[in-house]
């Protein structure tokens, strides 16, 4: 894939569109005309320019990028960077949801690119429909994989706005075509036809994919199934006009189900968990694991003008001006966050006490102060007081403890911009080490590392949920505890140079009638948990508490308690019926004419 990625260049320039009116066009303008490329050796090159506006983007705000649109707005971690004043009129907004309005910069651009996107598969299945297979052997897998993004890309879209206008390939002509297409179709009582024509792409992609592709990248039917059964998890949460959960529909989670096991059914073969959690995120593991099932490609040096196909979106998160690396500073895991992986002594989390004593308060005791001379004093006296799952240090570094499996590579608080704000615990699972090829900086920092969007963890977990909702919490034990003994396990690279462990790791079973009461009620909150500890600061945190309607009362309680920590966080509040989702962008209400109806509470 990577060979593959190194042909986006100059497809990229031939099927590129300017100005933010006409990015919906079928023709782009001072380009090559794409009515002139008909012949089946042509039709590559327009599903590769689908593919490649995924990659090329330009900014942080990407619609893929997940540390902004799921990790800062849920209770996994602050913006980070100089300060409050550091993107605050966006990021900063949307971390505390005040102050957001449609006006805001980092509201628009993903929009606005998430339809190049799907203008481009659709331009791509307009023009393979009339070429035969015959003329086009790999016609079928094409076709499924511009279905998958263009499904996946609505699907983005919909976490976001929840109301977007589904644009297809039907859809064709002046822009005022395009314009005429609401966000909301006023002839449906609620948001679930869009969802239906988000299932319909995911399901029609899974019929024409092929299991495996000869191009490492490529989408693929495991991809398709994984995507059916998330979306129809979303549909099963019914909401209201408010966004609020009214409704858990058993019927969705049965389907879901259906499309789970087709893939836990492959476990030990196409699909299965690495044995060390870890191997995730590193980028010798890119393209290279039974338990990645789609990731966005990344490249460097392959002789383009702008250096590859590097990994921009999250280009921020790097940090400042330490081992190699130069900027800037974002992303840190909250202190609520790096508390969740705490355990207690039947070696379970602590539910309902986790978060009583806070990392941060342990640096200032050192000597009353943020010095951060003191940290590494503050360091032992937090960390020597609890013991952890493993999880935490292949999700966050602090100071005086080793960056990246290097027990030799010892990370320094000097690395943190600005702790005092916003603390010490770096998220790492996005960021390699600073000795591999694949650092590029143009005045702020980038690396090539994949972006993998859905693993084999996560279906588990998702399949625990579908069974614990069903009632079936006792067959959702297995799958919960598979995901907890592999956390366990991973315990290879996370030792010091003298060979003892970085902490005290802890992290046992769940174990009914010994360490737990496996009920309903408490197999939903360990899967909760087991959720949150396993993709911490990967964006997912914020959409499955929008899925299960939990977003209110659990941002409120973080607030809460991390007011205490940071003056910042005084203003911050969320109000329900409202902060589910984003505004839709005044730039795209009027380009739209009237078409568009806005979100609720802006």
Not at 352 to 364: R, V
Not at 453 to 464: F, H, M, P, T
């Amino acid at each position: 894939m990577k060979k593959f990625i190194s042909s986006l260049l100059i497809l990229t320039a031939a099927f590129g569109m300017t100005g933010c009116e006409d990015f919906l066009q079928v023709n782009p303008k001072q380009v090559l005309d794409e009515n002139l490329l008909v012949k089946p050796s042509d039709m590559e090159g327009f599903v590769t320019a689908a593919y490649a506006r995924m990659t090329d983007i330009p900014s942080w705000d990407s619609p893929f990028s997940p540390w902004w649109s799921g990790s800062l707005r849920s209770d996994d971690s602050y913006k980070g960077g100089g300060g409050v004043w550091d993107g605050g009129d966006g990021w900063g907004y949307m971390e505390t949801f005040v102050n957001l309005t449609p006006n805001g910069w980092p509201i628009d651009f993903p929009w606005y690119v998430s339809y190049q996107v799907i203008q481009r598969c659709n331009t791509a299945i307009q023009k393979m429909q009339p070429i035969s297979e015959d003329d086009f052997p790999v016609k079928n897998s094409r076709m499924g994989e511009m279905l998958f993004l263009r499904g996946f890309t609505h699907f983005r879209l919909k976490e976001f706005f929840k109301y977007m206008p589904y644009m297809d390939e039907t859809i064709t002509g002046t822009s005022a075509d395009f314009e005429a297409v609401p966000n909301r179709d006023k002839n449906y009582p609620n948001d679930q036809y869009l969802w239906e024509r988000i299932l319909k792409d995911f399901k029609d992609a899974e019929s024409y994919l092929p299991e495996v592709q000869i191009d490492k990248g490529r989408i693929t039917k495991n991809a398709a199934t994984a995507m059916v059964a998330r979306t129809l998890m979303f549909m099963a949460y019914e909401q209201d006009e408010r966004h609020q959960v009214i409704n858990v529909n058993k019927e969705r989670l049965n389907e879901a189900l259906i499309y789970l096991n087709k893939l836990t059914e492959q476990e030990g073969k196409a699909l299965d968990l690495c044995s060390n959690f870890g191997e995730n995120f590193m980028i010798e593991s890119d393209n290279n694991t039974k338990e990645s099932i789609w990731e966005i490609q990344y490249s460097i040096n392959d002789n383009s003008s702008t250096g590859g196909k590097i990994n921009r979106s999250e280009g921020l998160n790097h940090p400042w001006n330490w081992g190699g690396f130069q900027c800037c500073g974002f992303h840190h895991a909250s202190y609520t966050m790096g508390n969740a992986f705490k355990t207690g002594e039947n070696g379970l989390p602590l539910f309902d006490t986790y978060n009583d004593d806070c990392y941060g308060d342990y640096i200032k005791k050192a000597d009353g102060s943020d010095d951060i001379t003191l940290v590494d004093a503050g360091n032992k006296a937090f960390f020597d007081r609890y013991t952890f799952d493993p999880r935490f240090s292949h999700t966050i570094c602090a100071p005086g403890q080793p960056w990246k499996y290097d027990p030799y590579l010892i990370f320094e608080a000097r690395g943190i911009r600005n702790g005092v704000e916003y603390g010490y615990l770096k998220s790492v699972k996005e960021l390699p080490h600073p000795n591999c090829d694949c650092l590029l900086y143009d005045g702020w920092q980038f690396n090539s590392m994949n972006k993998r969007l859905i693993r084999y963890d996560e279906v588990i977990l998702w399949k625990a949920e579908v069974l614990i909702q069903l009632d079936r919490q006792d067959e959702a034990l297995p799958l919960i505890n598979k995901i907890r003994q592999r956390a366990a396990n991973s315990l290879e690279n996370l030792k010091t140079a003298d060979g003892s462990y970085i902490l005290n790791y802890k992290c046992e079973l769940y174990k009914p009638g010994v360490n737990c009461t496996w009920t309903k009620e408490f197999a939903w909150k360990a899967m909760e948990w087991e959720n949150r500890l396993e993709l911490a600061c990967e964006g997912r945190r914020f959409f499955d508490l929008q899925r299960w309607g939990t977003l209110e009362k659990t941002m409120n309680a973080y607030f809460a308690v991390e007011r205490n920590r940071f003056d910042w966080m005084n203003i911050a509040r969320f109000t329900a019926g409202r902060d589910e989702f984003f505004p839709i962008s005044q730039a795209q209400m009027k380009w739209a004419k009237g078409n568009y109806t806005q979100n609720p509470g802006y």
